[in-house]
């Protein structure tokens, strides 16, 4: 049954890296055809999509963090990696992982979510 | 792409139909809508995708039409369990982006 679980540090101080792992269980993160996101969630707010990398490799940031964000695999662990640079209190959120299936239509969507982390940026 | 949800904020009875709204800002050029509840203090889970497919195990009082920038969640008769907050999510367009979230509050 697939399972993802994220962690990391709770709490990081402003202009430091936010360093998340969501580690994947009954499933391989290389599988062809998935593709992995993150996406997080300030509190009492809405949800806001950080980005996506491809079975590959391949990666896709949103625009408004694309300059402090790399997403990675590790698929010797079988790990996928979050790393957020320069972080201020704006990035304090849940921040979950998922899995990205395609549709009929060739379209990926999130169908598995992790239970998510919170991450409060402070010093 | 600009996703906007109505109402804010919906306050039914149990048993009651919910009609949730999601419009987009562009005409999405194929159906790839999805829909995802969040329970209080929960995960948001898989309803709909493809605008009308319901995901494995969601019952079938939960239903998705729409097309092109108009988008519907309908829920027959409201649960218990339901209320929560709704959010759409275009996956299609980059970056994905999704709506402000619709609250199903009991009435």
């Known amino acids: 049954q697939l399972q993802l679980q994220e962690s990391g540090p709770g709490l990081v101080k402003p202009s430091e890296t936010l360093s998340l792992t969501c580690t994947v269980s009954?499933?391989?993160?290389?599988?062809?055809?998935?593709?992995w996101a993150w996406i997080r969630q300030p509190p009492g707010k809405g949800l806001e999509w950080i980005g996506s990398v491809s079975y590959s490799g391949n990666t896709y940031y949103t625009p408004s963090l694309q300059s402090r964000v790399t997403i990675s695999l590790d698929t010797s662990k079988n790990h996928v990696s979050l790393k957020l640079s320069s972080v201020t209190a704006a990035d304090t959120a849940v921040y979950y992982c998922?899995?990205?299936?395609?549709?009929?239509?060739?379209?990926?969507?999130?169908?598995?979510w992790g239970r998510g982390t919170l991450v409060t940026v402070s010093s | 792409i600009v996703l906007t949800q109505s109402p804010g904020t919906l306050s039914l009875s149990p048993g009651e139909r919910a009609t949730l709204s999601c419009r987009a800002s562009q005409i999405l050029t194929s159906t790839y809508l999805a829909w995802y509840q969040q329970r209080p203090g929960q995960v948001p889970r898989l309803l709909i995708y493809?605008?009308?497919r319901r995901a494995t195990g969601i019952p079938d009082r939960f239903s998705g039409s729409g097309s092109g920038t108009d988008f519907t969640l309908a829920i027959s008769r409201l649960e218990p369990e339901d209320f929560a907050v709704y959010y759409c999510q275009q996956y299609g367009s980059s970056p994905p982006t999704f709506g402000g979230g619709t609250k199903v509050e009991i009435k």
């Open positions: 998922g899995r990205r299936t395609q549709d009929s239509s060739g379209y990926y969507y999130v169908d598995y």
């Open positions: 493809g605008a009308s």
């Open positions: 009954g499933f391989s993160i290389s599988s062809y055809n998935y593709l």
